[in-house]
């Protein structure tokens, strides 16, 4: 592989690594919360306000316009205030119901809006799957910003938001007002979620939610450990999907994707293996 490959890749494998670090510590958020589907929900409504701003004079036709950008942030902050809304033992509508039903309306209402425009195939390939090779330095380095934002914004807020988190179903923590809580989770998770759609697409970007979290959660309990894990377990498929979907001629996100899966198999398998020499 020579130099230019090399430089080639740079930018993509390190936007791979940011998506990676955030995601990975969300993951463990959704999944104790039991809101597996929260950022495959999220992500199609973050797509369908980018869809509805690409039909507006504004834009320009440009994807990776501002107005775009909060065009879609706006629909994600919706989408925040109405999880946020219904959660805990008392609910009569289970949350992930919600969440469901809003994936499926976000998605359907994206279609119907892709109809309207042209080479909508195109703009429907790049929402599911992205298009991260296309990622430029100056993206990673916004991103990156955007993201350390957040990620110190939940290292200083972190105990109640593990809090939350651990303790999902309930709505009487001392101290801690839930609802505010929650929503300023989704809304930060709403953020991360509409710059990373524009990058990775819907599929890429759950994969980097959840399989991490839930191969580490096969290994190990504790909060650190499987931070660990799930970070480590991102960069190496990060690395092996990029290199396959060069050496193979693939789409490079559908790639990520279907290596998560092969990794996430394999660890579930290796796990006995695991477990027997650690006895």
């Known amino acids: 592989m020579d130099l230019t490959i090399l430089q080639f890749l740079a930018a993509p494998f390190v936007a791979s690594l940011i998506l990676t670090g955030i995601h990975a510590y969300l993951g463990v958020h959704v999944v104790e919360r039991g809101v597996i589907f929260v950022d495959l929900s999220l992500a199609q409504i973050a797509a369908l306000g980018a869809t509805i701003a690409l039909l507006l004079p504004q834009a320009g036709g440009d994807p990776h316009a501002p107005f775009v950008y909060w065009v879609s942030l706006g629909f994600t902050f919706i989408g925040a205030a109405v999880f946020s809304t219904i959660r805990g033992q008392k609910a009569r509508i289970p949350q992930e119901a919600i969440i469901g039903i809003c994936y499926a309306v976000a998605s359907a209402a994206a279609i119907l809006a892709m109809s309207k425009a042209t080479s909508e195939s195109e703009h429907l390939k790049d929402m599911l799957v992205g298009n ?6 100056p993206e ?4 990156a910003l955007l993201y350390g934002g957040i990620g110190l914004f939940h290292f200083v ?7 939350i988190s651990m303790s999902h179903g309930r709505d009487d923590l001392p101290g801690v007002s839930v609802r505010l809580w929650d929503f300023l989770f989704y809304a930060s998770f709403g953020f991360v979620v509409t710059s990373s759609v524009s990058i990775a697409g819907v599929l890429l970007v759950f994969c980097y939610l959840i399989v991490p979290s839930v191969a580490a959660m ?10 660990a894990i799930g970070w480590t377990m991102g ?3 990060s690395a092996v999907g990029v290199f396959l979907s060069l050496k193979l001629d693939l789409p490079t996100g559908a790639t990520i994707v279907c290596t998560f899966g092969v990794a996430l198999a394999l660890m579930a398998g290796l796990k006995p293996l695991v477990r027997a020499l650690s006895s």
């Open 132 to 137: 991260i090779l296309a990622v430029s330095w």
């Open 140 to 143: 990673v380095g916004r991103t």
């Open 157 to 163: 807020f972190r105990r109640k938001f593990l809090a």
């Open 218 to 227: 096969l290994y190990s309990e504790r909060i650190g450990r499987r931070l």
């Open 235 to 237: 960069t190496v498929v």
